[in-house]
């Protein structure tokens, strides 16, 4: 998610990208992306130039929100309430639960963000004219194209 959040807005990064960064497999990868796009954490474009990016603003996404996402539901634990020791365990658990839940989205994940990602975002980037050497100059043809051009080739050659 740290990843995804890093790229700007306007870009998206693959899954392969994804797994070459993490060192992660590749089916690994997908089914965390999976489960976050189900989620709603993030959405998916087809085709050249797809990938992921995140669906909702990242200031508005809380750590609990992504966690959310990743851990799988919990059972409702089979503990005998008959004794007042399971009883004080089933309640320190769920206030556990609950000061944890609180923490986790009050705590927002743009604090995981580098902020070099947003920098280098909002830099300008080079001209793609910038990045391309220029063309060679067009020399003249040591031999004639066809048998038709011949004439033309001796022509020149004279001159």
Not at 17 to 32: D, H, K, Q, R, V
Not at 96 to 116: D, G, I, M, S
């Given at each position: 998610?740290?990843?995804?959040?890093?790229?700007?807005?306007?870009?998206?990064?693959?899954?392969?990208?994804?797994?070459?960064?993490?060192?992660a497999c590749l089916s690994y990868i997908?089914?965390?992306?999976?489960?976050?796009?189900?989620?709603?954490?993030?959405?998916?474009?087809?085709?050249?130039?797809?990938?992921?990016?995140?669906?909702?603003?990242?200031?508005?996404?809380?750590?609990?929100?992504?966690?959310?996402?990743?851990?799988?539901?919990?059972?409702?634990?089979?503990?005998?309430?008959?004794?007042?020791?399971?009883?004080?365990?089933?309640?320190?658990?769920?206030?556990?639960?609950?000061?944890?839940?609180?923490?986790?989205?009050?705590?927002?994940?743009?604090?995981?963000?580098?902020?070099?990602?947003?920098?280098?975002a909002s830099k300008p980037s080079k001209?793609?004219?910038?990045?391309?050497?220029?063309?060679?100059?067009?020399?003249?043809?040591?031999?004639?194209?066809?048998?038709?051009?011949?004439?033309?080739?001796?022509?020149?050659?004279?001159?």
């Amino acid at each position: 998610m740290i990843l995804i959040a890093q790229t700007p807005s306007h870009r998206t990064i693959t899954a392969d990208a994804l797994a070459s960064m993490t060192n992660a497999c590749l089916s690994y990868i997908e089914g965390i992306l999976k489960d976050a796009r189900e989620q709603g954490l993030i959405k998916a474009t087809r085709g050249p130039g797809g990938g992921y990016q995140l669906s909702v603003p990242l200031s508005d996404l809380s750590v609990w929100d992504a966690a959310l996402s990743f851990s799988s539901p919990t059972a409702a634990s089979q503990i005998d309430h008959s004794s007042p020791e399971a009883s004080a365990l089933n309640a320190m658990t769920q206030k556990f639960r609950q000061l944890e839940k609180e923490f986790l989205q009050a705590y927002p994940f743009a604090n995981l963000v580098p902020e070099y990602s947003e920098l280098s975002a909002s830099k300008p980037s080079k001209s793609m004219a910038k990045n391309f050497k220029p063309l060679p100059t067009r020399k003249m043809p040591v031999a004639p194209n066809s048998i038709f051009d011949f004439s033309n080739f001796l022509n020149l050659k004279a001159s």
